[in-house]
């Protein structure tokens, strides 16, 4: 084990994935260069330009070639700069990719996956701020990973390469420079497995990607109010699991459900209505919900801070939760 940076947790997948499989290849704008946040950095030079291909600014080109060379038994890796680009890809993400082995009976796959970097609070405005997981979220057809730290990163991310669906891989941009302990070598994360991230006793925190380490700063804060909050990580939404959560909350009978897409239709609505399904007759107070207000997400530091979900909020929601006084 070693502590490497989130980042280098991703490109270390990359690396690992494509020297296993040579159907693996990178698409994208600037992947060779990998100037903008670095996840592809290196493999042009070790792979060559043939596997690691950048593109015209076409969003729209760029997942309807990934989709053709799925179908044709190759792996893709398209890297999509900002979440908030990828509507202009939906046809051929949501449209075929998704459908395609339902629509032809199995007789294909498209294997292929689309990462993307999303999420707000570093003042790029609300054109590139965006979390929008809750709309693949709500589509059969295509896997939704959320990873949370550099371990989990590569985990699921060598996971996504080999799944035979087509997989929509999010990555928070406050996670890129944090560090954490990764495995070398061969770590696969599965998907549809939660994760414990911190035990707890009188509430439950389930915490969406970047959130994840919200709420562990909140669990924290609230052990120092004699609060015991245990955080709990789905890793992925698509599928979700929903038995590890339901687990969590029979334990707890209290629960909080933080993510950084807006609050309206998001995913901790499904989140809380699963919970509620599986553990209705534990709970001893209404699920809690914490998201981005419903709002384009403001440039302004101050007003993004205002807008999105903090530490200070999920304290605040959980001692609701438990009764105590905020």
């Known amino acids: 084990m070693r502590e490497i940076t989130f980042v280098d947790a991703l490109n270390e997948a990359l690396h690992e994935e494509m020297e296993r ?5 990178v698409i994208g704008e600037d992947v060779e260069l990998a100037y903008v946040f670095g996840v592809t950095k290196g493999l042009a030079a070790r792979f060559g330009k043939e596997r690691v291909r950048d593109t015209p600014i076409s969003e729209l080109g760029i997942v309807g070639a990934g989709v053709g060379a799925a179908m044709a038994g ?3 890796v398209i890297e999509i700069m900002f979440m908030d680009f990828i509507m202009l890809a939906m046809d051929p993400l949501i449209n075929q990719a998704a459908k395609l082995r339902y629509m032809l009976g199995g007789q294909i796959s498209v ?3 689309v990462r993307t970097p999303g999420g707000g609070g570093v003042q790029y405005g609300p054109t590139h701020s965006q979390c929008l997981e809750a709309w ?4 059969p057809g295509i896997k939704v990973a959320v990873p949370s730290n550099p371990a989990d990163g590569k985990g699921l991310l060598k996971a996504a390469i080999r799944d035979d669906n087509p997989v929509l891989f999010v990555e928070h941009k406050m996670l890129y420079k944090q560090k954490g302990l990764v495995p070398e070598g061969e770590h696969l994360v599965p998907f549809g497995k939660a994760e414990v991230k911190r035990p707890g006793s009188d509430v439950t925190l389930v915490g969406v990607g970047y959130q994840v380490v919200n709420c562990l700063r909140a669990a924290e804060a609230l052990a120092g109010e004699g609060i015991s ?6 890793r992925t939404l698509a599928p979700l699991d929903t038995a590890t959560l339901a687990e969590s909350v029979r334990k707890t009978g209290r ?8 609050l309206r239709s998001g995913v901790g609505s499904e989140i809380a209505a699963a919970i509620q399904a599986e553990a209705f007759d534990y709970l001893d107070a209404p699920i809690g919900r914490i998201a981005a207000l419903d709002a384009p997400i403001p440039f302004e530091p ?3 801070e205002f807008v999105l979900p903090s530490p200070g909020k999920i304290v605040k929601a959980a001692k609701e939760a438990v009764g105590a006084a905020v």
Do not use: S, T
């Open 21 to 25: 499989d040579p159907k693996v290849f």
């Open 74 to 76: 190759y792996r893709p």
């Open 111 to 113: 294997p292929m996956v």
């Open 136 to 139: 693949f979220m709500q589509m």
């Open 229 to 234: 909050a245990e955080v709990v990580d789905p």
């Open 255 to 262: 629960c909080v459900v933080v993510e950084e897409g807006h």
């Open 302 to 304: 101050r007003l993004e």
